[in-house]
Structures are given as structure tokens and as C-alpha cells.
Nanobody, 117 residues
Framework: QVQLVESGGGLVQPGGSLRLSCAAS????????MRWYRQAPGKERSLVAD???????NYADSVKGRFTISRDSTRNTLYLQMNTLKPEDTAVYYC???????????WGQGTQVTVSS
């Protein structure tokens, strides 16, 4: 199957930047769309951004213009560049991927992002 391992989370001040990484292993050649979700305490998990094999991207309105999603096929890695971070960006961020065949979604373990002064 597919395993996703995230890194890059941490504590930053408002206005700062972080880059999250998600390393994929397993059936990497079967991966289709990849996504970043986030979940704040007491709130529903929501989509932050996604990127297709062809490179098309989609962003939540709350992060549009500040976050950039990308993928590096040579390293089997998904990235989320987060700029101009706000306290409301504080959440656990999860990497997600679906496959070209089948209906299963795969998730990383989540990485904590805290934006606070």
C-alpha cells in the first residue's frame, strides 16, 4: 500500500513561514491526487489544498495566496509552503493521497503547526 510520513511542523510566530513535507513510500507509482488537510481542536477536519498528477491545484479560501502545494515526483514527496501564517492556521496537518485504482485514501500521522506570539 502507501505510507505517508510528515515532517516540518512546529511553532512559529504570526507572519512567519513553515514548509511541511510528506514522504510517500510503497505503491508510489499508483498515487493519484495528494492533499493536505488540517484539524483544529474541536473542529472538523478540512481540506487545505490538493494537487493532481497533472499539477492542477486547489486551495481553501482561507489559505489562498499564502500557501503553496507542490509535489516532487523524483523524491516522492508532497510539500506545503505556508507563508504569512496566522494564529487561526494552528492545527494538526495531515497528508493524504488516493490511488489511480481503487477507492482507498491514505493518511499520514499528522504534524502539529502552532502559530502564536
Amino acid at each position: 500500500q502507501v505510507q505517508l510520513v510528515e515532517s516540518g511542523g512546529g511553532l512559529v510566530q504570526p507572519g512567519g513561514s513553515l514548509r511541511l513535507s510528506c514522504a510517500a513510500s510503497g505503491r508510489i507509482f499508483s498515487i493519484n491526487t495528494m492533499r493536505w488537510y488540517r484539524q483544529a481542536p474541536g473542529k472538523e477536519r478540512s481540506l487545505v489544498a490538493d494537487i493532481t498528477i497533472g499539477g492542477s491545484t486547489n486551495y481553501a479560501d482561507s489559505v489562498k495566496g499564502r500557501f503553496t502545494i507542490s509535489r516532487d515526483s523524483t523524491r516522492n514527496t508532497l510539500y506545503l509552503q505556508m507563508n504569512t501564517l496566522k494564529p487561526e492556521d494552528t492545527a494538526v496537518y495531515y497528508c493524504n493521497a488516493d490511488l489511480k485504482y481503487g477507492s482507498s485514501w491514505y493518511w499520514g500521522q499528522g504534524t502539529q503547526v502552532t502559530v502564536s506570539s
